[in-house]
């Protein structure tokens, strides 16, 4: 490991004990003061420092899940708590209230004894999957290899596969301390999006599922309470989802300032408003049909990813591109293999030399 790579560990493990210690004096700060403008002012400094704290990661595979969850996740439930809501409020203990603070979990409701059967027939295919998953992730990383030889297009669509495999391995993986720690069931983070339908289904059902709950919680429901007097609440579920997908744009471009260091050029916002838009389109043609007429699963599923790849190579991934982020995120990629394979050589060579 170079000097470079040392000097960012230290960093991440300081940026992680800031960030445990101001979300302690945030548990304890909230029990102490009662909700709304008390509470929200006593956060604050919290706030303000785990937004700050990911400034000192410069590397994609630390720095990005990071800002994440500091800047999005655990600032969005900690305003959250200050008016008592979201998952922090009915934290029983400080351990608790860390790990769902921190990390992108949320704990499963209870489940009745007729479900555990097949929850856990669909954990081992769970199991099955992420295996398949890991291998295929590994198989793009090999096919960066032949990057010259492949069309632009190509390149885009084994972005398109890693962004979405990576990212699940990364929420999976940090969500394991947590499990263990709260010794509670918690929701996956996906849920097969490449099977979805409809943009709906894709953004609501199955991607990030995190995200989609921390956006319901602090936008889609407050701006829908607001507008239902005025235009019914029906209706009000229309412009809430679209300033829910506009404020998921404006995080997106905060965590890409994170990773780039760039100045936000409003494209990866432009992006989610455009979905967000489509999403609203979407349902009130769904409203409008009654259930008169509806696509094929096959064809709507195609068209759903088509036209997900499509304005995400116009307007998602042109950020990224652009600073030269796909080139830090495979040699990153290839670095941490690196490392690993060099580790397991030498764990394999020391029990060979123990047992010989």
């Known amino acids: 490991m170079n000097e470079a790579a040392e000097e960012e560990l230290e960093n991440f493990v300081q940026v992680w004990i800031a960030a445990l210690a101001a979300l302690t004096y945030s548990y304890f700060a909230s029990s102490a003061l ?10 604050l400094p919290a706030v303000v420092l785990l937004s700050l704290l990911p400034l000192r990661l410069s590397s994609f595979h630390l720095g990005g899940p990071t800002s994440f969850f500091l800047v999005w996740l655990a600032n ?27 990390l992108p979990v949320k704990v499963k409701p209870p489940r009745e004894d007729e479900r555990v059967s097949r929850e856990s027939s669909r954990s081992a295919l769970a199991s099955v999957r992420l295996a398949i998953k890991v291998l295929v992730l590994l198989s793009v990383l090999h096919a960066y290899e032949y990057r010259p030889r492949l069309h632009e ?27 263990a720690a709260l010794g509670l069931d918690l929701e996956r983070q996906f849920d097969e999006p490449y099977l979805a339908t409809s943009l709906q289904d894709f953004w609501g059902r199955r991607w990030n599922l995190m995200v989609s709950s921390i956006l319901r919680s ?37 965590i890409y300032y994170y990773i780039t260091r760039a100045r936000p050029t409003g494209e990866v ?25 509806r696509m094929h699963r096959a064809a709507s599923g195609v068209l759903t990813l ?13 950020q990224l591109t652009r600073n030269g982020v796909d080139e830090k995120v495979i040699g990153e990629c290839y670095a941490i293999f690196d490392f690993a394979k060099d580790k397991l050589t030498r764990v394999v060579f020391h029990m060979k030399s123990v047992s010989g």
């Not at 909700?35 to 006593?42: E, F, T």
């Not at 972005?159 to 499990?179: D, G, Q, R, T």
């Not at 088509?306 to 042109?318: E, M, Y």
């Open 153 to 179: 297009y190509a390149i885009l669509a084994l972005y398109c596969v890693h962004m979405y495999l990576e990212l699940e391995l990364v929420l999976a993986i940090c969500a394991v301390p947590a499990s």
């Open 76 to 102: 969005s439930k900690l305003l959250l708590l200050s008016f008592h809501l979201g998952p922090l409020a009915d934290a029983p203990n400080l351990l608790h209230f860390l790990s769902l603070a921190s």
């Open 306 to 318: 088509a036209f997900l790849a499509a304005t995400g190579v116009r307007w998602f991934f042109p």
């Open 218 to 254: 602090t936008v889609y429901d407050p701006v829908r309470r607001r507008l239902a007097p005025l235009v019914g609440a029906r209706r009000a579920s229309l412009p809430a989802t679209v300033a829910a997908f506009a404020v998921s744009g404006a995080m997106h471009e905060a």
């Open 34 to 43: 009662p909700r709304g403008a008390p509470r929200l002012l006593s956060l």
């Open 269 to 293: 916002t432009w992006f989610f408003v455009l979905h967000g838009i489509c999403v609203v389109a979407e349902v009130a043609a769904k409203r409008w049909a009654g259930g008169r007429w």
